[in-house]
């Protein structure tokens, strides 16, 4: 009875993904699969006290492990967008470090007679190290990762205070009046940006001269979107796959 709900599970499982995978690809990181992960995983558990073979227990507890890991990874690490102003420095969180993290000038290569882009080519200086960071080659750094996704253009604001003005695009922070502002948030059906003053959250409108930060529109510029990803955990994971295909292949030739 187990066996049957497996292979059943197991096709449910494939037919979901294959879905997914055509429909909404996103479908596959989201919550739900999450669950159905975990669900597979539990039957593949169970069915160790159900089936006699020493060596398919094994295969199964391995595979049951892999999936599991596999959803404590997605969970845990951390995966963020971030647009980087052509020309400007921000301050970011990898790995546990504070880095500077600049972009120096955005390049689009169109394909060769055709009207559609082939990659996309940032050229960046993390920490005073140049670098290129395109489509197909990401940039790693410790257990972590940049891959360029894709470009837009961005719009800058100038930040003023009856001493001090700085200029700051969405996700960098200066100094303005002797406090580290960070600009968080620009809502454009409101007419509100949203920034951290000194870590406090502030929601202040533009061009509000009742404010003590007067706000004004400033400069658009390209922009490149970059998506950091932690892939914490990946080692051990490659490393169980292999043992489980190992383990798969044993069993094969072992019923021949």
């Known amino acids: 009875m187990m066996q049957k709900v497996n292979k059943t599970m197991v096709i449910l499982l494939v037919l979901a993904l294959a879905l997914a995978s055509i429909v909404h690809p996103e479908w596959l990181s989201s919550k739900l699969f999450m669950g159905i992960y975990l669900l597979f995983a539990l039957f593949l558990i169970l069915s160790i006290f159900i089936i006699p ?5 094994i295969l199964h507890l391995l595979l049951a492990i892999l999936v599991i890991s596999f959803v404590m990874i997605k969970i845990s690490n951390v995966r963020e967008s971030y647009v980087f102003a052509e020309g400007e420095s921000y301050e970011l969180i990898a790995d546990g470090d504070s880095i500077t993290f600049t972009l120096e000038d955005f390049t689009i290569i169109d394909a060769d007679n055709e009207n559609v882009s082939m990659d996309y080519v940032s050229n960046v200086i993390i920490n005073g190290k140049e670098t290129k ?26 930040f003023c205070t009856q001493n001090d003005t700085v200029k700051l695009f969405n996700g960098q922070s200066k100094q303005l009046g002797g406090q580290i502002i960070k600009f968080l ?30 706000i004004l ?3 658009f ?3 490149s979107v970059i998506e950091y990803v932690e892939v914490k955990g990946h080692g051990f994971m490659f490393v169980l796959g292999i043992f489980s295909i190992m383990m798969l292949i044993f069993i094969r030739f072992k019923v021949l």
Not at 53 to 57: A, C, E, Q, R
Request: net charge neutral; charged share 25%; no cysteine.
């Open 185 to 214: 948030e620009y809502d454009e059906l409101f007419g509100k940006i949203a920034v951290s003053i000194d870590r406090d959250l502030h929601l202040i409108s533009i061009a509000d001269t009742s404010q003590k930060i007067f």
């Open 133 to 158: 960071l395109s489509v197909n080659h990401p940039i790693s750094y410790k257990r972590s990762r940049f891959y360029q996704s894709g470009y837009k253009t961005v719009q800058s604001f100038v």
């Open 221 to 223: 510029r390209e922009a």
């Open 53 to 57: 073979d020493i060596f398919i227990k």
């Open 217 to 219: 529109p400033s400069e």
